[in-house]
């Protein structure tokens, strides 16, 4: 794809926001806020139509939704019955507190949406995101309560925090979540096993268990779906199947570095190049830029070594936090990469993380970033 | 029939209204009823569980309905606020 107009879908804390880019990707004009005040984990499109929009809301009051659009983001509408959990007896009967993850069904399945929620629960939706199902192959596994023990997870809760799907294959599928890592299944959905080998878990007794790590964020790589990158709470991993045992690629990185973050983005055209977005690892685990120096790194060798990207971040107390959804790439040539601060701050580079410049300040905490054609 | 008050937080749901009648023996009746009219209002209240969420607030009359399940009787008002949940 030639460069060109660009969207980006960006959900934080406060509302969402719709920036439109020229085709040269050096103009943006701004839609929002739309639901101001909503805290909205993610906002996506559906690829297969490219108009429907679909978000995840809830307040600080307001239990969680999902609102949906037909028309790109213009009008919205309620889902009828968002995710939630079949009714159960009991102070411990879970409750969807809020919707973290929505994920377009596989290309030949349209009209489907998984979701993935906090506690860690999957949903499924068959009719374009207007009425959810809990997937009991996960939600009811005899393994759940191991997989995804109560009080675990992380500062906003335990989560389910990614569905990932074969581009081949609609029924392999596989998930991340916060207290077991990566599970995989072949059956759509209806049965999962671990797939967390050689994956540390550094706050765990057993360091390397067969389930119990953080798996921040998983990529298949579009072109080479055999190869799946992960960031995990505990490092930079790479997957090729068929084989079952991560490899650390992330021991790569400049030790001052480290490899702790929230999320990779692999090249949609090369699987042998990524890139990440390092945070402080160290201590009291800030989880901020190393040195206050914010900087990407890319490896072009699928890990083996990492180069550091800078120019356009500021050079000096540049303390970002870039979260898991918060960093993407948008598919032209040459790939624009994108990424969302917590401070409100959105980042581009239109020469696949050459030069960095900002193209919106102020915003609230940004949770989710995605980059689309143009509606 | 119960008059209902309406928090900020819903009144989208309710074309703007901060106060709407509904009927029902009990709050959940109530929120039932203000469903079918205001579709989606309720799983915003009260989760899957039926238990009321943790940042809101129903009261009949002055006194805190201790749940759902909490009885009403005709003419009594029954009052939905957010309570406090952060920034």
């Not at chain 1, 080479?224 to 490092?235: A, K, L, S």
């Not at chain 1, 102020?362 to 509606?375: G, K, M, N, T, W």
């Amino acid at each position: 794809m030639a460069a060109g107009a660009t969207r980006l879908l960006i959900g934080t804390r406060k509302g969402a926001w719709i920036y439109r880019g020229d085709a040269a990707r050096r103009s943006w004009t701004v839609e929002g806020p739309i639901h101001l005040g909503q805290i909205i984990d993610h906002l996506v499109v559906d690829p297969r139509d490219g108009a429907t929009l679909l978000m995840a809301a809830r307040t600080g009051h307001l239990g969680p939704t999902i609102f949906r659009s037909a028309d790109g983001g213009k009008t919205w509408a309620e889902a009828k019955r968002p995710p939630a959990f079949p009714k159960a007896d009991g102070e411990a009967a879970r409750a969807v507190d809020h919707t973290f993850w929505l994920e377009p069904g596989h290309a030949g399945e349209r009209g489907v949406w998984w979701a993935g929620a906090s506690p860690p629960g999957l949903f499924v939706s068959e009719d374009g995101g207007d009425t959810w199902e809990s997937v009991a192959g996960f939600n009811d596994h005899p393994m759940y309560s191991q997989w995804a023990p109560a009080g675990a997870g992380t500062p906003d809760g335990p989560l389910l925090n990614q569905i990932a799907i074969d581009p081949r294959d609609a029924a392999h599928m596989y998930l991340a979540t916060s207290t077991g890592g990566v599970f995989e299944s072949r059956d759509r959905a209806a049965s999962w096993a671990p797939l967390n080998k050689g994956v540390e878990a550094s706050f765990l007794p057993d360091p390397y268990p067969e389930f119990g790590q953080d798996a921040h964020f998983i990529a298949i790589h579009p072109a080479n779906p055999d190869r799946i990158y992960q960031q995990n709470h505990c490092g930079i991993y790479r997957l090729d199947r068929p084989g079952e045992t991560w490899e650390r690629i992330g021991k790569a990185m400049p030790a001052e570095i480290g490899d702790i973050g929230f999320t990779i983005v692999p090249h949609p055209r090369d699987d042998a190049t990524a890139w990440v977005f390092p945070m402080d690892g160290t201590t009291v685990w800030p989880r901020t830029s190393p040195g206050g120096k914010p900087a990407v790194y890319r490896t072009r060798d699928a890990g083996a070594s990492w180069e550091r990207q800078d120019a356009g971040f500021p050079r000096e107390q540049g303390w970002f936090t870039v979260k898991r959804q918060a960093f993407c790439a948008d598919g032209h040539d040459p790939l624009g990469l994108y990424l969302g601060t917590t401070g409100g701050e959105l980042w581009m580079s239109d020469d696949e993380g050459g030069a960095w410049r900002s193209i919106a300040t102020h915003l609230p905490e940004i949770y989710s970033v995605v980059a689309a054609p143009p509606s | 029939m119960i008059a209902v008050s309406i928090p900020t937080q819903l009144q989208s749901y309710c074309a703007g209204a901060s106060r709407v009648e509904a009927a029902g023996s009990t709050v959940d009746g109530v929120l039932r009823d203000l469903d079918r009219r205001f579709p989606g209002i309720r799983f915003r209240v009260v989760d899957e569980q039926g238990r009321i969420r943790r940042h809101m607030r129903i009261f009949v009359g002055r006194e805190a309905a201790g749940g759902v399940d909490a009885r009403l009787r005709d003419g009594d008002e029954v009052l939905i606020f957010g309570a406090l949940s952060g920034g």
